[in-house]
């Protein structure tokens, strides 16, 4: 393609727009990883560490859940908060809030789902000695997720993965709005449809860069303090 | 303060509210926020009261909205035209400026035609046309005739991947860059003319709207400011929009 | 008071998927001080000990402590294989006084003190999954002693240790008990059960063949499976009789 | 939402193509993921067991392709697909075919990277004995894979969920063609472009009950068989 | 052949983040039959047996086999906490096998002789983890007898078998010994030590301190380390130096 050269350059040109829409779609997908994991770490866990009567299948909807499709998301996110729903008076419909709401509701399943698993992995050499100890299920889920920290990276970067690359959910709620609410995906879909590939290709690239260097960052950080303890 | 307008997709990637807003915004101080949607899901939205102003192009579809009590005043802004667009071989012989002789032409050699089939204002004329033309389009047969339940764009990308035939409105068609082997085949056709309006969503059903600053925007789209703006808009050279507030109805 | 501590295994079952590991064991302890369970691999041993801790649940049948009801009991338990944390060798003992809540100092104080009493004091810092096979197992005992238990259950404690250590660790255990700490302690180190423990439990195939007197059980055992077993006979008998 | 009730009824009444539509949802994803696996599991295990000198960078690039936007995925696709690309001879363009090729591009990096951790994790314990049986490396990761079968269910799922919702890939390659390339996700965005919520919300909640049923019936495939070696 | 198998160890160092583990570790061994490894925890030795199987590399220093090639050697390595992955008994031994490329038939053959002489023939399907400690070191040991290897390192075999299994075990080492196979032994255990090897290594603190006939090092041991050792009193002397 000889034309993405000349699409490179223009988003050379236009920089500071794309630095705005760029720094837009790392802020809302930041946040909502780590609102998303606040909540699904420890309850991934807890999914983990308990047995009870229905437990398979709470494992199995957590699961399925991983497949949540992103426009669904947005459109029950979108009734919620639009004016007329039960949350309109907060006023977040078509702003950055409403996003990372929406995004933060396709990253838990995920987020909870991988953690499950890591953690019971973990949890079938250590259940014994950790209830031994007497510690009660908050303190064995605080110790868990520390010794499993450098592991869990990969779920925390598999759900910002999810939520920067989606565009379902950012549609319906964010709207697109020019300088608002336009993120890289939303972006990336607009010159889709207008017809213009080379720049939808290389928005594209520049977000693949983006999620580089936020993978790149965690692998090292993780990396350094890993060193310690093998 | 700021607004929320609720308009198309093809109104947007025209390009055009990049033209006028900054202008509005500039006299009046309020910021205006495209939502850019299909019709259907923009007159949704409104329905909902999550926007305050709403521009689209499906007269029927606008004035139930109005009926219903959902919008108030409803006023003409613009026009624009559809063109058929198709691969300049164009093996169907279709190429004129009689929009029905082609739509039959299309059919009975059974070119591959891509309607976007998305219940759009777009869609809802292409269905007019090929019903004025005479041909039952659900009865059409054959996998000539692909419904792909997008927007103009992707119906423009893929009429350009497949060299088909589409029905594309003049402002999407002029900022497209995805041409390929396509083509404007039929145009001016005074049944191809394309009217927009522009409407209030009713503050009596939704308190939160902002009645005061969208009654300054349709105010001024159809102040001689505004449809100064619309005139001027080009791309190429070419004009995309008229203006025609306060004119009569355009026959479609 | 815990010189009375009783144990009273009544009828113990444990049928996981249908192979019998406990076939109705009976036992009452009520001697202070040491009481070593010995017995062929794969008896029931470690199984029975998970059961007097209430980490694993009979199919059938009792665990008491005479009058006192199971969770007023500060038990500890030293697996034969320690679980330990991506950590440091400090805090993966500091993981055992999470539950008392201490504050910071207090805690540290006696991490370090449960460290010095296993000669890993210069390994505080170090990570704790790198420590040799015996510098773990050490680790696992500084761990229960911060918690001061008043029922010690003890899998295999010297197994890798070098002989020194195993000594030193005899001693620790022998004044712990002198101290008033019930300890009950799996061993195949016979001789290690000759010098500390005060009466002893064998175990075959799931059941207690025999329960007496150090000195009794281990010179003039009276059942001819515990007299297999202390002549290191026994097992491959068993096994071969089984396969 | 009283609307949702009438929504299911029309759902009911499209049955036919409802189903149609479902089916190619389901043929596709599960045909990607399979695809994917075959490919990203070996590699995945491969990435957590050998070592050189670019590994952590390797991982890092395996891990932020998680973030690969769908809509890029698909461009890149039909640019290789298209008439005029370098595949065009294949004819797949807005074909099944297409769907699958963009969804497996999808999968594997999720698959690698998720088969990557786990992998990892197990292997701390399991390398030195692995090596001292002198198992070469195919070896090593044929028995990895094996121990870890119940863990990387996971993995499968998450791409599973990851395929089966997204809609900008299979849009712009499969181009949503009535009765031919239409999915779930792709009938769901139309509606909501038709702003047509409740059936664009029924055909959500369809597509997740076949989530949930994909899921459960590997939950229940995965407890029984794991059942012997707990 | 075998009988002239050379261990040659020179100037090995280990130090990693910093810490010297071992500290040019020199010893070349010759005899043929058992060589034992003894000393205190942490000492070393379970490093310096993954050194001459070669799955750790040295930060300085070579291991040799005299002039033979290392890849030429068939050897066999029994952890102190062996690996078991997620499957049946008889899954885990034929794991072994896979190098080897046996035919179906062969293999579960071996398989089943090795595991009647570990006595475990009757477990072969069960889930290997779930096995107690000492069936997972027979595991181990089965694991390592089916690949007929010429040199074994042997990591404290029998710390947690019962005094049964102990002794058969070391019969079955002793008569590998004398059909040929190099042995390389960490134990803990000086009886045991005493009964099988000829020649014994003292490491501490990452030397060999001593290293000689077995009958002579432990009885009359030359320096002061190895005296102490063999009195158990050097480990926690050592420790309370160094904290
Ligand atoms: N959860 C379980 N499922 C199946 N079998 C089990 C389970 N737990 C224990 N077993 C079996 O029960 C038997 C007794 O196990 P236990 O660990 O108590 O033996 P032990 O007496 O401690 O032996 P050792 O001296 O080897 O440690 C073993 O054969 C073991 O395989
Ligand atoms: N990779 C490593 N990183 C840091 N320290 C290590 C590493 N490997 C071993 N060590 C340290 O080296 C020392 C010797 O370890 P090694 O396992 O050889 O001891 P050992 O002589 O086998 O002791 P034991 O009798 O307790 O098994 C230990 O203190 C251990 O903590
Ligand atoms: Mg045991
Ligand atoms: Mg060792």
């Known amino acids: 393609m000889q034309s993405l050269g000349d699409a490179f350059s223009m988003l050379g040109a236009l920089d500071h727009d794309v630095m705005a829409i760029a720094w837009l779609s790392l802020r809302v997908s930041l946040s909502a990883v780590l609102l998303g994991s606040l909540v699904a770490i420890p309850l991934g866990a807890l999914l983990a560490i308990v047995t009870f009567p229905g437990r398979p299948l709470v494992v199995a909807v957590v699961n399925a859940f991983m497949g949540l499709p992103p426009v669904l998301v947005g459109l029950i996110v979108y009734?919620?908060?639009?004016?007329?729903?039960?949350?309109?008076?907060?006023g977040l419909l078509f702003s950055p809030g409403a996003?990372?709401?929406?995004?933060?509701?396709?990253?838990?399943?995920?987020?909870?789902?991988?953690?499950?698993?890591?953690?019971?992995?973990?949890h079938r050499e250590l259940d014994e000695q950790l209830r031994s100890l007497r510690l009660d299920v908050w303190q064995r889920i605080r110790v868990l997720v520390f010794h499993l920290r450098f592991s869990l990276v990969v779920a925390v970067l598999a759900a910002f993965g999810r939520a920067i690359s989606e565009v379902g959910a950012v549609l319906v709620v964010g709207g697109n709005i020019d300088g608002y609410t336009r993120t890289m995906t939303t972006a990336i879909s607009l010159e889709t449809q207008k017809g213009d590939l080379p720049l939808a290709i290389a928005l594209g690239i520049l977000l693949i860069a983006i999620v580089l260097v936020v993978n790149g960052t965690a692998s090292a950080m993780r990396a350094y303090t890993m060193r310690l303890y093998p | 303060?700021?607004?929320?307008?609720?308009?198309?997709?093809?109104?947007?990637?025209s390009g055009l509210f990049g033209h006028l807003l900054p202008r509005f915004t500039g006299r009046t101080g309020i910021e205006v926020r495209v939502v850019a949607l299909g019709t259907g899901q923009a007159l949704d939205?409104?329905?909902?009261?999550?926007?305050?102003?709403?521009?689209?192009?499906?007269?029927?579809?606008?004035e139930k909205f109005v009926a219903e009590g959902h919008g108030v005043n409803r006023v003409e802004v613009m026009y624009n035209d559809f063109v058929i667009a198709g691969p300049k071989s164009d093996p169907a012989k279709a190429a004129g400026s009689d929009i029905l002789q082609a739509l039959q032409r299309i059919a009975a050699t059974e070119q591959p035609f891509i309607s976007r089939g998305d219940r759009s204002g777009t869609h809802a004329a292409?269905?007019?046309?090929?019903?004025?033309?005479?041909?039952?389009?659900?009865?059409?047969?054959?996998?000539?005739?692909?419904?792909?339940?997008?927007g103009m764009g992707p119906a423009l990308n893929m009429a350009s991947a497949s060299n088909a035939y589409v029905l594309s409105d003049r402002g999407t068609w002029l900022s497209f860059k995805n041409r390929g082997e396509l083509a404007i085949l039929v145009e001016g056709d005074r049944r191809l003319f394309n009217?927009?309006?522009?409407?209030?969503?009713?503050?009596?059903?939704?308190?939160?709207?902002?009645?005061?600053?969208?009654?300054?925007?349709?105010?001024?789209?159809?102040?001689?400011?505004?449809?100064?703006?619309?005139?001027?808009?080009?791309?190429?050279?070419?004009?995309l929009f008229f203006p025609n507030a306060g004119a009569t109805q355009i026959s479609q | 008071m815990t010189a009375g501590l009783q144990i009273v295994l009544r009828g113990l079952c444990f049928r996981p998927n249908g192979r019998t590991v406990l076939a109705g064991l009976d036992a009452t302890i009520t001697s202070p001080g040491i009481t070593a369970i010995i017995g062929p691999n794969g008896a029931g041993k470690s199984v029975t000990l998970r059961m007097i801790d209430g980490l694993l649940q009979p199919d059938s049948g009792t665990v008491r402590f005479g009058p006192r009801p199971p969770e007023s009991i500060r038990r500890s338990f030293v697996f034969q294989r320690p679980g330990l944390i991506r950590a440091s060798v400090a805090r993966n003992?500091?993981?055992?006084?999470?539950?008392?809540?201490?504050?910071?100092?207090?805690?540290?104080?006696?991490?370090?003190?449960?460290?010095?009493?296993?000669?890993?004091?210069?390994?505080?810092?170090?990570?704790?999954?790198?420590?040799?096979?015996?510098e773990q197992q050490r680790l696992a005992l500084a761990r229960v002693w911060v918690t001061d238990p008043e029922l010690l259950l003890l899998d295999e404690p010297t197994a890798s240790l070098d002989p020194g250590?195993?000594?030193?660790?005899?001693?620790?255990?022998?004044?712990?008990?002198?101290?008033?700490?019930?300890?009950?302690?799996?061993?195949?180190?016979?001789?290690q059960v000759a010098r500390l423990a005060r009466d002893v439990l064998v175990l075959c195939q799931g059941r207690v063949v025999e329960h007496g007197a150090t000195g009794q059980i281990l010179t003039m055992p009276r059942t001819p499976e515990a007299r297999a077993f202390l002549k290191a006979e026994m097992p491959w008998q068993c096994f071969a009789a089984a396969s």
């Open chain 3, 93 to 134: 003992i500091a993981l055992a006084l999470l539950p008392l809540r201490l504050p910071r100092a207090e805690a540290e104080r006696r991490v370090a003190t449960a460290l010095a009493r296993v000669g890993l004091a210069d390994r505080a810092d170090d990570s704790a999954q790198k420590l040799s096979g015996g």
């Open chain 2, 1 to 13: 303060s700021s607004i929320t307008v609720a308009s198309t997709t093809s109104t947007e990637q």
């Open chain 2, 126 to 150: 292409e269905l007019r046309y090929w019903q004025a033309a005479g041909i039952d389009i659900a009865d059409a047969g054959g996998d000539w005739y692909r419904e792909i339940g997008q």
């Open chain 2, 45 to 62: 939205v409104g329905r909902r009261g999550d926007a305050d102003v709403v521009f689209v192009h499906d007269r029927a579809a606008e």
């Open chain 3, 165 to 191: 250590a195993t000594e030193a660790i005899e001693c620790l255990v022998h004044s712990m008990a002198k101290a008033g700490t019930k300890i009950v302690l799996v061993s195949h180190n016979i001789g």
């Open chain 2, 195 to 239: 009217q927009y309006g522009v409407m209030l969503v009713n503050p009596e059903k939704h308190p939160d709207v902002q009645a005061t600053e969208g009654q300054a925007f349709i105010d001024w789209l159809v102040s001689d400011e505004g449809q100064q703006a619309i005139g001027d808009y080009r791309i190429d050279g070419q004009q």
């Open chain 1, 99 to 122: 996003m990372i709401v929406a995004q933060t509701v396709l990253a838990i399943p995920l987020l909870a789902a991988l953690t499950r698993q890591i953690v019971e992995d973990a």
């Open chain 1, 79 to 90: 009734l919620l908060l639009s004016r007329s729903g039960p949350l309109g008076a907060l």
